[in-house]
C-alpha cells in the first residue's frame, strides 16, 4: 500500500486551522483524512495503477559492484593526483624565483573579507589566492603557482583547498579566505597534514620537560614566563602527530614523573581522546626543584618496550625530545648508554635548551647526549640527533614542532599520502575531510608540502548509498585497519569534531571476519562467506531500538589502486533489488510534459513564473532537483556549473522524451522512479489543482 506521510504534510492546511483546536479529536482528525484519501488525493485510482506495474528481482555480483566502486575512487584519486602534481611541478619549477622578501603578489589571509560559498561553507574569493607568514617566512611564492591553482579549480569544481606549506613556514592557499585575524598565527610545519607527508614514517615520540625553579623566569617572548613557552612548544609537538604515531610525556625536576594510569605506563596513540589527556597532564604541571637530566632520560626511555623496540625494526622511528632550560645535577650520558644499548641503540636523542641559565658545560653535555657519545655501536648502529640551542624563545615552540626536520626520514618521493579523516577548522559544517599531498624536494631536499582536500561525504558517497537490500551494505578501511565508513558509524558529513580512529575489529566482530580483515589489510582481492550479526534498526534509530539477526552473507572486498584503502561488499544471503520493468503504461495529462527542472532561469520554455519566497516558480508544472546522488558518479556533478543545454537535457530525460543512452550521466534507476512511480502522484496533483511541490531525488 502507498504511505502518506509525505502527503499528509502538504495538505493539513486545508483543515479550518482557525477553529479551536481542542475539537480536534483524534476521529475527526482520522474522518479528515479518509475524506482526503478518497477525494482529494485519489488513493483509490493510484493504488489500482501501481498494483499493475511489474517488477523483477535482481541479485548484483559482489566483485562486479566491488569492482566498480573501487575503479570509480581510483578515477576520482588519479584526477586529483595528477592536479597535484601539476602544483608540485609548478613550484620546483619556479621555486629558485621565489621572493626573499614579502611582496604584494597576494594578499593576506588575516585581511581577505570574501562572501559566502555554500561548497566551502565559509567566505572565500575564487578569484585569487592568499598567503599567511611564520616568524621564520623567507620564501614567498609567485603568481605561477596560483595559475596552476586556479587551472586545477576550473577544470575540476570538485576540489577543495590547494594549498602549499613551505618548509620556512610559509603558506598559500586557493581560493583565499581568512581563517585567522592573526597574519603570522599559522605554521604548516606544526599541522599533521604536514609532518604526515614530509615524514610519513610512523613515530613514537617522547617528550621530555625541564620543570625545575629556573622555569618561572621571564623568556624574551611577550613577558611570558620560560614554563609557559615550554607548555607552548609541548602542545605544537602533540598537535603534530597522528593517530599513526605513539607519544609519551616526562617532566622532570629533582625527580621525574608521567601522567596517570595507563599513559604512565605506555606509549599512547596520538587519537584526539589521548591527546587531550595529555594536554590536561601538562595543565598540571608545577615548577621548582633543581634539574636531574639523568632522571628526566631514563623515564623517558622507560617507555620504549625493550623486545618490542627490537622486533618492530625500521617499522617505526623511537625519538625522545629531550627540552632543558638549567644546568643538570647529574651527567645522563651512562644512563644514555645504559638504556639505549638494551634497545639496540634504536632510540634517537634531539635535545633542546633554551633561556639564560645554561652554562657552556652543560651546552656540550646537552650535545653529547644528542649523539650518545658513550654508546657502543656493536649493539646496534647509534642514531645521532642533534642539539638546538634556541636564542629566540618564541621560536621554541617551531622548532620542536618541526623535530622531523632534523630526522633522516623525509620523504622525497612522488606517491600521495593521504592524511587521516579529520573536521576542517577553516570552515563549518563539512564534516570530515582527508587531505592529499605530495612532497616537494628541490636537489634532495624538502621544500614543503602541496595539498589538496576532499569532502569524506564526496569521496564515500558509493559506499554510504550502496543499497542492494536490507542486509547488504559497504565498508573501507585503511592499510592499519581503521575504519574510513561502516553503516555503524555515523555518515561523514555528520560529524563535527575529530573522532578518534575505530578499528574495523570493533564493528566487524565475527570469528570469521578476521582472516577476511587481515586479507584487506595487506592489500589483497577476496570473497568469502559466513554468517554474522547484522543491526538492524526498528525505525528512527534513536527512539525505536535496534534488533539483530543471524545472517549469511558474501564478502568481497578489493584494495583501491594507488592507494591503502580496501573495499569490502557485503551482500546478505537472498537479498535481492527489485526494479520496475520498462515500457509500462504511463499516466500522463493531455500528453503534455509533467515535470520541470527546478532551474526555471535557465530553462528555455516558455512558461508563467511568479516568485515563492526568494526563488522561481511556476503553477503549469510540478518541478523536480536532483541531488548528486541521482548521477552514475555523484563528486562529479555535485559542483558543477549548470547550463540551458543541462536544462533542457534532464528536462527531457524526466519526461521520457529521449533515451537512457543520450543522458549516460543519470542513474538508469532515476528515470524509472520518475516515470513509473512519480507521473501518477503528479497527475493527481494537477487534477486536484496542487502544483507547486519540489520532488527531491
Known amino acids: 500500500m502507498i504511505r502518506y506521510s509525505v502527503l499528509i504534510a502538504f495538505f493539513l492546511p486545508c483543515l479550518n486551522m482557525a477553529q479551536d483546536m481542542n475539537q480536534l479529536r483524534g476521529e475527526k482528525f482520522s474522518h479528515e483524512l479518509q475524506r482526503m484519501d478518497l477525494y482529494g488525493i485519489g488513493a483509490p485510482d493510484l493504488q489500482a495503477y501501481y498494483d499493475k506495474l511489474t517488477y523483477y528481482n535482481t541479485t548484483d555480483k559482489g566483485a562486479d559492484i566491488v569492482k566498480k566502486m573501487a575503479n570509480n575512487l581510483q578515477q576520482m584519486f588519479e584526477t586529483m593526483t595528477n592536479q597535484l602534481k601539476k602544483v608540485k611541478g609548478a613550484i620546483e619549477q619556479h621555486f629558485n624565483d621565489f621572493s626573499t622578501t614579502p611582496q604584494n603578489s597576494f594578499p593576506q589571509c588575516c585581511k581577505i573579507n570574501g562572501t559566502y560559498n555554500p561548497k566551502f561553507r565559509t567566505e572565500v574569493l575564487e578569484t585569487n589566492a592568499c ?22 579549480y576550473q577544470n575540476n569544481p570538485t576540489l577543495l583547498w590547494q594549498y602549499f606549506g613551505g618548509s620556512d613556514g610559509t603558506f598559500l592557499i586557493f ?31 617522547v617528550v621530555a620537560v625541564d620543570v625545575s625553579g629556573v622555569m618561572g623566569m621571564r623568556s624574551n617572548h611577550e613577558s611570558m614566563t620560560l614554563f609557559t613557552v615550554a607548555r607552548m612548544a609541548v602542545d605544537d609537538v602533540i598537535n603534530t602527530l597522528n593517530p599513526n604515531d605513539r607519544i609519551g610525556l616526562v617532566v622532570f625536576n629533582n625527580t621525574a614523573s608521567k601522567p596517570p594510569k595507563c599513559h604512565r605506563s605506555q606509549l599512547a596513540k596520538a587519537t584526539t581522546t589521548n591527546k587531550e589527556m595529555l594536554r590536561q597532564f601538562a595543565a598540571s604541571w608545577t615548577f621548582g626543584g633543581q634539574s636531574n637530566y639523568s632522571e628526566g632520560i631514563k623515564e623517558a626511555f622507560s617507555y620504549f618496550d625493550i623486545n618490542e623496540t627490537k622486533s618492530q625494526g625500521s617499522s617505526r622511528e623511537s625519538i625522545i625530545l629531550f627540552l632543558a632550560a638549567s644546568n643538570s645535577d647529574a651527567d645522563p650520558l651512562d644512563v644514555i648508554k645504559t638504556e639505549n644499548e638494551a634497545r639496540n641503540n634504536s632510540v634517537i636523542i634531539l635535545t633542546y635548551s633554551f633561556g639564560k641559565d645554561i652554562n657552556s658545560y652543560w651546552k656540550e653535555v646537552l650535545t653529547n647526549m644528542s649523539k650518545q657519545v658513550k654508546n657502543d655501536n656493536s649493539y646496534g648502529q647509534i642514531k645521532e640527533g642533534t642539539y638546538t640551542h634556541v636564542e629566540e624563545d618564541s621560536l621554541v615552540h617551531s622548532k620542536m614542532a618541526s623535530f ?16 587521516v579523516p579529520y573536521v576542517d577548522k577553516r570552515s ?25 582536500d576532499i569532502l569524506l561525504d564526496e569521496l564515500l558517497s558509493d559506499i554510504t548509498n550502496f543499497k542492494q537490500g536490507e542486509l547488504s551494505y559497504a565498508f573501507m578501511i585503511d592499510g592499519q585497519g581503521r575504519v574510513m565508513v561502516h553503516y555503524l558509524q555515523p555518515t561523514p558529513n555528520a560529524i563535527t569534531i575529530n573522532p578518534d580512529p575505530i578499528d ?5 566482530t565475527s570469528q570469521e571476519a578476521k582472516s577476511m580483515i587481515e586479507s584487506m589489510k595487506r592489500g589483497e582481492t577476496g570473497n568469502k562467506t559466513f554468517e554474522y550479526f547484522r543491526t538492524i534498526s526498528r525505525g528512527v534509530l534513536e527512539y525505536e531500538g535496534i534488533e539483530v539477526r543471524v545472517v549469511e552473507a558474501e564478502y568481497n572486498w578489493r584494495k583501491v589502486p594507488g592507494t591503502n584503502f580496501s573495499l569490502c561488499v557485503v551482500l546478505g544471503k537472498n537479498d535481492q533489488q527489485r526494479r520496475l520493468r520498462q515500457n509500462q503504461e504511463l499516466l500522463l495529462i493531455n500528453g503534455n510534459e509533467v515535470f520541470f527542472y527546478h532551474r526555471l532561469d535557465l530553462n528555455s520554455k516558455r512558461t508563467q513564473k511568479c516568485r515563492e519566497y526568494d526563488r522561481y516558480s511556476t503553477k503549469e508544472h510540478s518541478m523536480v532537483m536532483l541531488t548528486s546522488h541521482a548521477f ?5 556533478y555535485l559542483y558543477q556549473k549548470e547550463t540551458q543545454t543541462d536544462v533542457t537535457m534532464y528536462t527531457e530525460y524526466l519526461n521520457n522524451v529521449v533515451e537512457y543512452q543520450t543522458n549516460r550521466y543519470l542513474k538508469l534507476k532515476v528515470s524509472y522512479l520518475f516515470i513509473l512511480f512519480l507521473f501518477p502522484f503528479i497527475v493527481s496533483y494537477h487534477r486536484i489543482g496542487i502544483h507547486n511541490a519540489f520532488n527531491f531525488v
Open 131 to 152: 598567503i599567511s607568514r611564520s616568524f621564520t617566512s623567507n620564501r614567498f611564492p609567485n603568481k605561477k603557482i596560483e595559475d596552476v591553482m586556479k587551472e586545477n
Open 175 to 205: 581560493p583565499s579566505h581568512r581563517f585567522s585575524d592573526n597574519c603570522v598565527s599559522y605554521d604548516p610545519r606544526s599541522k599533521q597534514y604536514y609532518v604526515a607527508t614530509a615524514a610519513n614514517k610512523p613515530k613514537d615520540v
Open 404 to 419: 622531523y626536520e632534523d630526522l633522516s626520514i623525509a620523504n622525497l618521493g612522488d606517491e600521495p599520502v593521504f592524511s
Open 428 to 452: 563549518n559544517n563539512t564534516g570530515l575531510i582527508t587531505s592529499l599531498c605530495l612532497p616537494v624536494d628541490i636537489s634532495g631536499e624538502l621544500v614543503g608540502v602541496t595539498c589538496t
Open 504 to 508: 574495523i575489529y570493533k564493528l566487524e
Open 632 to 636: 552514475e558518479t555523484p563528486y562529479e
